[in-house]
């Protein structure tokens, strides 16, 4: 089993910068690693995710630029640094894991989830 447990959340204004962690526990392995987020009354959506050497990275088409994720394997930690972030970007933010090699933005290829941390961007 893997546990994954998101920090890092809070308040901001437009135009500010936060940066999550996700840090993993349960297995030194994790492959992939990514983050969704829901904001309330949509659907969770894909952000970013991650392989283990941190060379291929991918991200959702409107959030290029923005956001970068990062790895640190030696803590087992995913970082998001969000910057210039907007009131749309208001949302909780899920780390996530796939027990394979899924390198998809569909939140039905990954296993294991984090809590959530809420992002919450005003205007």
């Known amino acids: 089993q893997v546990q994954l447990v998101e920090s890092g959340g809070g308040l901001v204004q437009a135009g500010g910068s936060l940066r999550l962690s996700c840090a993993a526990s349960g297995r030194t392995f994790i492959y992939i690693m990514g983050w969704f987020r829901q904001a309330p009354g949509k659907e969770r959506e894909f952000v970013a995710l991650?392989?283990?050497?941190?060379?291929?990275?991918r991200y959702a088409d409107s959030l290029k630029g923005r956001f970068t994720i990062s790895r640190d394997n030696a803590k087992n930690t995913v970082y998001l640094q969000m910057n210039s972030l907007e009131p749309e970007d208001t949302a909780v933010y899920y780390c996530?894991?796939?027990?394979?090699?899924?390198?998809?933005?569909?939140?039905?290829?990954?296993?294991?989830w984090g809590q959530g941390t809420q992002v919450t961007v005003s205007s």
């Open positions: 991650i392989d283990w050497n941190g060379d291929r990275a």
């Open positions: 996530a894991a796939p027990r394979g090699v899924y390198m998809g933005n569909s939140d039905r290829g990954y296993d294991y």
